[in-house]
């Protein structure tokens, strides 16, 4: 019973830490809260089921096709609504980032409309396989095995490829980075692309999971993934894995203990307690103020 | 006295009156966010939270209490005070960004609680009782829209008003000079929930039906558009965004599911053209005094400077 609940919280967890990952990097880069990515993570559960109720598609395909379709709206994004803004104060540009965040799930709400849609039952073969006396369905080993698969290809990105050096250079200080000529510009644009494409995978994921996908599901999503970000320490990727992985897990032993009915409050209880005791969250850096 | 009020009241349109009462009741919203985020410069995405639970207190007092409304109101609003100030407490520690998504992740579970408890009758929601006073609602809400607008201007001009600026300018200078941030950030916090609470007492005896529900996460990007729309910390401007937005919605029925989608553009739109609002940095004292042909004083500094 116990590993059950463990592995549907590992299964749950792993989706938030996709979604997190672009937050972290985000914020890691530009100092932002992207609050519009919970709507790209909408988008991309969206344009996976179009991809597989309309064209047919296999769902990897799909996946890929929605990935790709939300890098290059995470980038347009960033050209519209945070670039111009980016000698202003953090305020301005975090209100920016709601606003787009309210324009784009009412944009969804207007096209697909106000009811859930499911993915179709042939999209993913689900079987049980039972291990250790407990059961996992192929979806949730597609889920953590997608998951991890993505993330260790954004670890390598980062850690072992060029761009990804810049990305870490640009992170550490905007303005030396940009004097040792990295294209800011263009690192930013990447990291918004790559961000995106996780949460699109995430978006496909969890539109298989919880077999809904509607106009409104990035803002609850989205939130929890940033406070899975927050929880590891923002700006730190390992950290938002890690806090992906404590929320999922933490929500469903807490819906398992009969706390059902405050199931969206167990995470924010969680951040709003960790912050208290620790601001930066439990893998980040101690922030150096400075005049 | 009441008497002659309630055949004010009858003379107007009713539908027009509905419109009047709302842009008076988003006022006084929108200026206790002002207060929080326009004046001191946190933000806080968490303002209907409070004004949640100033509606459900004083739907509460009016039921087991019954005080006169006016003190209902009182208490109504020094509820949410007390709770947003001991929850600013641990909170405020934190700096903005961090601070935005606590006050958001604390409106959710003010929410979730109240869609849980008892005495807040779960998902079903509460009726308000009418009001226990002679005086009509109408001229309650434009009274106490009208104390509100004296009190944050006095405020703002106060020395505690210019602390508070101090701290949205410049966080370290201001503790520098020996402004205990903590303690101003906490207060301003009070003040603004005292005013949320207001807002959400009369809006529950105006529509005499409140529920968990409609006082979520859009409710309080409703409250931020107006002010951000009228500009940040600007009185003047924080009055004209909130009625333009409360009344909009009313001549613009044909389009009503798009009002979310204008106000996500607005919001983007006037980061980007407009960042202090439509009269952002606008003084009008000085345009009145310009006008009577007095020179200025020195114009306000309105560039903010970037972390």
Not at chain 1, 252 to 264: C, K, L, M, N, W
Request: glycine share 12%; with cysteine.
């Amino acid at each position: 019973m116990l590993l059950q609940q463990l592995i549907n919280g590992i299964a749950l967890g792993s989706t938030y830490a996709l979604i997190a990952l672009g937050y972290t990097m985000v914020y890691g880069i530009i100092a932002l809260i992207n609050f519009a990515h919970g709507e790209i993570f909408m988008a991309g559960a969206f344009v996976g089921l179009f991809m597989v109720t309309i064209l047919k598609l296999n769902i990897f395909v799909a996946m890929a096709g929605a990935m790709v379709f939300c890098m290059v709206m995470g980038v347009v994004i960033e050209q519209i609504a945070y670039r111009p803004l980016r000698k202003s104060s953090r305020l301005s540009a975090l209100i920016s980032a709601i606003g787009v965040s309210i324009f784009l799930s009412t944009l969804a709400l207007m096209v697909f409309g106000a009811d859930a849609k499911g993915y179709p039952d042939n999209a993913f073969p689900v079987r049980q396989i039972k291990l250790f006396g407990a059961e996992i369905s192929t979806l949730q080993l597609l889920i953590i095995g997608v998951s991890a698969a993505l993330m260790l290809g954004l670890e390598f990105i980062v850690q072992k490829t060029k761009t990804g050096k810049a990305m870490r250079a640009t992170s550490e200080d905007y303005n030396t980075a940009a004097l040792m000529g990295i294209n800011v510009n263009r690192i930013i644009s990447f990291t918004f692309a790559l961000g995106s494409a996780l949460a699109a995978a995430g978006g496909v994921l969890v539109g298989l999971l919880f077999n809904a996908v509607s106009f409104n599901m990035g803002l609850m999503a989205g939130l929890k993934a940033f406070s899975a970000a927050v929880l590891g320490g923002i700006g730190s990727i390992p950290g938002a894995m890690l806090g992906g992985l404590l929320l999922g897990v933490a929500e469903v032993f807490g819906v398992a203990a009969g706390f059902s009915s405050y199931r969206d409050a167990i995470a924010f209880a969680i951040l709003v307690l960790v912050l208290l005791v620790k601001p930066t969250g439990l893998l980040g850096q101690k922030i150096q103020k400075k005049v | 006295m009441g008497e002659a009020l309630q055949h004010i009241v009858a003379l107007v349109d009713p539908y027009i009156l509905q419109i009047v009462v709302n842009i008076g009741i988003a006022i006084v919203l929108a200026l206790g966010l002002n207060v929080i985020t326009g004046i001191t410069g946190q933000l806080s995405l968490g303002h209907a939270a409070f004004m949640s639970i100033g509606a459900f207190a004083s739907a509460l007092i009016a039921t087991k209490l019954a005080l006169p409304y006016g003190l209902n109101i009182l208490c109504s609003g020094l509820v949410a005070a007390a709770i947003g100030a001991a929850i600013g407490y641990p909170i405020l520690r934190l700096t903005g960004d961090y601070l935005a998504i606590c006050t958001l992740g604390f409106a959710e579970i003010v929410k979730v609680v109240f869609l849980n408890l008892d005495v807040t009758n779960k998902a079903l929601g509460l009726t308000v009782p009418p009001p226990k006073s002679v005086i009509p609602m109408p001229f309650y809400v434009w009274g106490v829209a009208i104390l509100a607008i004296m009190f944050v201007c006095f405020m703002k001009e106060s020395r505690f008003g210019r602390a508070l600026k101090a701290i949205r300018d410049d966080e370290i200078a201001a503790e520098a000079m020996g402004i205990n941030i903590t303690r101003y950030k906490i207060q301003s916090f009070a003040v603004g929930s005292f005013l949320a609470g207001v807002g959400g007492s009369l809006y529950a005896h105006f529509i005499n039906y409140i529920n968990p529900s409609d006082f979520g996460f859009l409710k309080s990007v409703d409250i931020l558009s107006m002010m951000v729309l009228g500009g940040l910390g600007s009185i003047a401007g924080t009055v004209f965004g909130a009625s333009v937005l409360a009344a909009a919605p009313e001549f613009l029925r044909f389009m009503s599911q798009y009002r979310m989608l204008v106000y996500g553009g607005l919001l983007v739109f006037m980061m980007v053209f407009r960042p202090n609002g439509l009269l952002g940095g606008v003084n009008f004292t000085e345009l009145v005094l310009r006008s009577f042909g007095k020179k200025p004083k020195t114009a306000e500094i309105t560039e903010r400077h970037r972390q």
